[in-house]
């Protein structure tokens, strides 16, 4: 098992960048591929971004593409989402997500992630 834990929300304004990272437990962080994702309010919840095991390959929704960057540190246990160029309809409870299951390419679907943050607050003000 692995428990994360995000943390870097705010409240930004639009245009700005916030960094989020995301700490996990245990020793075997390496085996996870992490993902994030984000929810508005009355929306459901959203793919944002994965990254391997290895953090050589990534993937983004077409959404943040260009302006978010996902990485990790396997040493550190940590994976984080640097957001560029920040716009409101971003405001969003980001959560960070983990899974182990082998797959043909990174899942992009909630329901293939098996351990979930707690969240943290985004806010983008116009």
């Known amino acids: 098992q692995v428990q994360l834990v995000e943390s870097g929300g705010g409240l930004v304004q639009a245009g700005g960048s916030l960094r989020l990272s995301c700490a996990a437990s245990g020793r075997t962080f390496s085996l996870y591929v992490m993902g994030w994702f984000r929810q508005a309010p009355g929306k459901e919840r959203e793919f944002v971004a994965a990254?391997?095991?290895?953090?050589?390959?990534?993937y983004y929704a077409d959404s943040v593409k260009g302006r978010f960057t996902v990485s990790r540190d396997n040493a550190k246990n940590a994976v984080y989402l640097q957001m560029n160029s920040l716009k409101p309809e971003d405001t969003a409870v980001y959560y960070c997500?983990?899974?182990?299951?082998?797959?043909?390419?990174?899942?992009?679907?909630?329901?293939?992630?098996?351990?979930w943050g707690q969240g943290t607050q985004v806010t983008v003000s116009s």
């Open positions: 990254a391997t095991r290895s953090g050589g390959t990534t």
């Open positions: 997500a983990a899974y182990t299951m082998v797959t043909a390419t990174l899942a992009t679907t909630q329901y293939a992630y098996d351990y």
